[in-house]
């Protein structure tokens, strides 16, 4: 008899085991959801979860960041760079989403790192880069319930 109880009690447990993953499941691709909204449009994740202050701050932040960026003709990195730090360059341009868009739009003239002003809108771009992809980890890490 405690047999039969011990094997029933396993096949609840395995029961209720094989029920809970669609839940987690269904959370994991809604963070991954807001994960990659809010990389490419800053702030869209955040926003999707109502976090309206963080939205509105990352979305004007890495907006700034971008326009001052391309604006002081800062260089824009593009696929085919030759080097490592080129490659890491563009990834970190790539980060600001679809504001990479507008960036190359705005920078019809090409970087001029000639100049200092151009150095630091290369810095510029970048730091808005790397800030929207840890806005975009923050919203996906906010959506699976971990504590901000």
Known sequence: MRAAVHVQKEMTDETQMAAAPPRDNRREVRAITFGVAGWMVPGLGHALQKMWGRAITFFAVVGVLVFV???MRGNLFN???GDAFATLGYLADLGTGS???LAK???VGGP???HAYGDYGTRFL???G???LLAALHAYEAARGRKA
């Open 130 to 132: 790397v800030l929207n």
């Open 126 to 128: 970048a730091a808005a």
């Open 69 to 71: 960026g391309a604006g």
């Open 79 to 81: 696929s085919d760079g």
């Open 105 to 107: 739009y705005i920078e």
């Open 99 to 101: 504001f990479y868009v």
């Open 112 to 114: 001029d790192v000639s």
